[in-house]
Nanobody, 123 residues
């Protein structure tokens, strides 16, 4: 399985970006998947996840601003980010869990990771 993240860039506060994560090897809906992010000098933190049944869950810091979705025809996971804030600046990673268990916000639950894409939000 390979995950290829893309769509990062620089945007002003209040703007929007959409990140993509192309999945190869199996269908995107066969995994529990998640987005994490890591700011300089900080731990990698959970952003949100989507289960095989397409239920979603978000960190409090992004709830109401970020939306996770997937397109099975394109085999791609998305992270729509609206109302961006400077504190959203980080490298964003997509991840996939190969187990058949419940979706998790724990970093250690995920087996496959994309390479990361940089998001920079200026004030």
């Amino acid at each position: 399985v390979q995950l290829q993240a893309s769509g990062g860039g620089s945007v002003q506060a209040g703007g929007s970006l959409r990140l993509s994560c192309a999945v190869s090897g199996r269908t995107v809906s066969s995994y529990n998947m998640a987005w994490f992010r890591q700011a300089p000098g900080k731990e990698r933190e959970f952003v949100g996840d989507i289960s095989r049944s397409a239920s979603t869950n978000y960190a409090d810091s992004v709830k109401g601003r970020f939306t996770i979705s997937r397109d099975s025809a394109k085999n791609t996971l998305y992270l729509q980010m609206d109302s961006l804030k400077p504190q959203d600046t980080a490298v964003y990673y997509c991840a996939a869990d190969r187990s058949i268990g419940f979706v998790s916000a724990r970093r250690t639950a995920y087996d496959y990771w994309g390479q990361g894409t940089q998001v920079t939000v200026s004030s």
